[in-house]
């Protein structure tokens, strides 16, 4: 299959102005003096030279955070007036839409259209979210069995870290920064090695903003020294991960053998999408390819295992496999694609690698399989049948866009299957039977479970993992507990003994 990298017509190379760490409100050079490349995932060439943070500079930006929340002025504001920042902060990134979503697109190969129709507004609306909660948290009074009276504060948690993956860079970083900031935390991000451009942008617009200098540092880097500077760090409070399972486990090892900081993980998945014989063949087959598909399969929560039951199997293998061989796959700047290209160059061969895995596995190769195109990272939406639970192609995550057919024959079948596996992000159940949908909710070990509708996220639904896709929620009300401790104040009512 070729593939036109030329991004349509109205390409124009988007300008990166700021390459170098965001520490206390200044950009600055790293202390080494070092830098890394960013490509560009459309032909493998670089876009950008930016500063390599490692632990000195996790040093320093963890000062200026401890400085902000030690001394300045953000933990002790009213949270109507954190909230009123954050109002400002989203005004602003919603003036920066294109341009945000532009250096996303370019930095990690992801639809520009959909970058400026969802990603980005998406950001924009969840930092509203929690803007207008930054002043409805508040504790209990409590009910104390003597004479005594009590209450609880939520307080911020203190400096956090937040480590982020490469696969979706703006909502990612507004994921973590949103409800921190609406807490009273000061917080130091360290984006993902690919994907560093959009986080240092949008670090300015929190000081234009008025976010105060230090309670918002990004430290660019790679996560074996700037990520593990900052999980072992003794002056950080908490660090809340997403990433992968293997990296998740580093991080919550470094952080027991440094200071016992708190730890929040949002890790890996390999989700099922349960298709059962009453639901509507074409639209199963158009969700069960978003499912896997979107974003070339680099989601978290990419529905890769379909099992379809054995009365619709045959049609759905037909039409599935059509449907594949029709999405577009190109530069990811032209509207016109559906699917651009891997985000790196270790990405791309570990998906064709499991590709390869697959077929020596012995499961078949319905349709896609290669690469596209002679440059760049494109792969072609690939589709195996006679997929077997054993096989690691059903029970590794791929983060690539490979999707592993199965047939079952009853609802008992379905509910085994989809929970054999060590992940529990997500599920999709498709029927029009409530009692079936309602029996598979319930019985699937899963954060997050989607009847009759995928990747239908929404600020107010908490998201986040059972088993091995990890713990903590992000969005909703929840994900503000990630950043708060509870105090207990207890004191004796007038004229009452005081033990
Ligand atoms: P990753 O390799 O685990 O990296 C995630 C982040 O951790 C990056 O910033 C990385 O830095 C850093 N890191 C690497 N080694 C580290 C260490 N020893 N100590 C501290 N930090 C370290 O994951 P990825 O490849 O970027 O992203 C894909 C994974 O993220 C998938 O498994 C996916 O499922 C998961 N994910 C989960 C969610 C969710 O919400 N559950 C959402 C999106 C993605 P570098 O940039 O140097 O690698
Ligand atoms: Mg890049």
Known sequence: MAVDCNGGESFKMPEIKFTKLFINGQFVDSVSGKTFETRDPRTGD?????????????DLAVRAARNAFDHGKWPRMSGF???RIMMKL????????????????LDGGKLLTLGKAMDIPGAVNLLRYYAGAADK??????KLSREYQGYTLKEPIGVVGHIIPWNYPTTMFFFKV???LATGCTM??????????SALFCAQLAKKAGVPDGVLNVVTGFGATAGAALSSHMDVDKISFTGSTEVGRLVMEAAAKSNLKHVSLELGGKSPVIIFDDADVDMAVDLARIATFFNKGEICVSGTRIYVQEGIYDEFVKKIAEKAKSWVVGDPFDPK???GPQVDKVQFEKVLNYIDLGKREGATLLTGGKRCGEKGYYIEPTIFTDVKEEMRIAQDEIFGPVMSLMKFKTIEEAIEKANNTRYGLAAGVLTKDINTANRVSRSIRAGTIWINCYFAFDNDVPFGGYKMSGFGKDMGMHALDKYLQVKSVVTPIYGSPWL
Do not use: F, M, W, Y
């Open 90 to 105: 989203a005004d602003l990134l919603e003036q920066h839409i294109e341009e945000v979503a532009e250096l996303d697109s």
């Open 178 to 180: 949103s409800p921190a």
């Open 46 to 58: 670089v876009i950008a030279n930016v500063a390599e943070g490692d632990k000195e500079d996790i």
């Open 337 to 339: 694609v559906q699917q």
């Open 188 to 197: 130091v991000v360290k984006p993902a090695e690919q994907t560093p451009l």
């Open 81 to 83: 007036e954190r909230g």
């Open 137 to 142: 948290i508040h504790g209990e009074t409590l």
